[in-house]
C-alpha cells in the first residue's frame, strides 16, 4: 500500500466579539472564550484537515475553505473535516488515522478527551486521537490570547 503523512497546525485568537462560542474538537464549550475566524475557527478540526489534504495533494485549508469562499463562513469543524475526507478520497486516498494536539491554557480538556475523540473520528471516519498540553504560561497561547492545535495523518492509497 502507498502511505503518506500530513502535519497541519492550527492557530486562532481569542474572539474580541462578546458571546462568541468556543468550538474546539468538534464540540462547543459552554462558558468558554470563542476564537475568532471565517468559520467556527475549530483550531483542532482545521490543523486536521490540513494534515488530510495536504499529502493527498488535495488542497490546504485555505484554497479549500478561504475566507474568499463565502459558503463555509460559519461552518463547523466537523463540517470542514467531512469536506476534507470527501476532497482526499476523490484523490484517490483515504484516511487510516489522525492525531491532534491543542495548545492552550483553556479550556481544561481532559474531561471530555474521550467525547472529543468520539466527536472528532465521526467526522474523518476514522480514529483521531485528542491531547492538549499547555505552555506553561510562555507565550500568546500561555498569556490566554489564543489556541494553536497541531495535527498528524496517516493517509493510504485508496
Not at 500500500?1 to 492557530?11: A, K, N
Not at 498528524?152 to 492509497?157: G, K, Q
Amino acid at each position: 500500500m502507498d502511505f503518506r503523512v500530513g502535519t497541519g497546525v492550527d492557530v486562532h485568537a481569542y474572539s474580541t466579539e462578546a458571546g462568541r462560542p468556543l468550538h474546539l474538537a468538534c464540540l462547543r464549550w459552554p462558558r468558554e472564550r470563542g476564537l475568532e475566524g471565517h468559520s467556527d475557527a475549530d483550531v483542532a478540526a482545521h490543523a486536521a484537515c490540513d494534515a488530510i489534504l495536504i499529502p493527498a495533494g488535495a488542497g490546504d485549508l485555505g484554497t479549500a475553505f478561504g475566507t474568499e469562499r463565502p459558503e463555509w463562513a460559519g461552518a463547523s469543524g466537523a463540517a470542514l473535516l467531512a469536506e476534507s475526507v470527501r476532497l482526499v478520497r476523490a484523490a484517490g486516498w483515504d484516511v487510516a488515522n489522525v492525531s491532534v494536539q491543542i495548545i492552550g491554557q483553556r479550556p481544561r480538556f481532559a474531561p471530555r478527551r474521550i467525547e472529543a475523540e468520539a466527536a472528532m473520528s465521526a467526522a474523518v471516519g476514522a480514529p483521531v486521537a485528542v491531547s492538549a498540553t499547555t505552555t506553561d504560561r510562555l507565550g500568546f497561547t500561555g498569556r490566554g490570547e489564543g489556541i494553536a492545535a497541531i495535527a498528524t495523518a496517516l493517509i493510504r492509497r485508496g
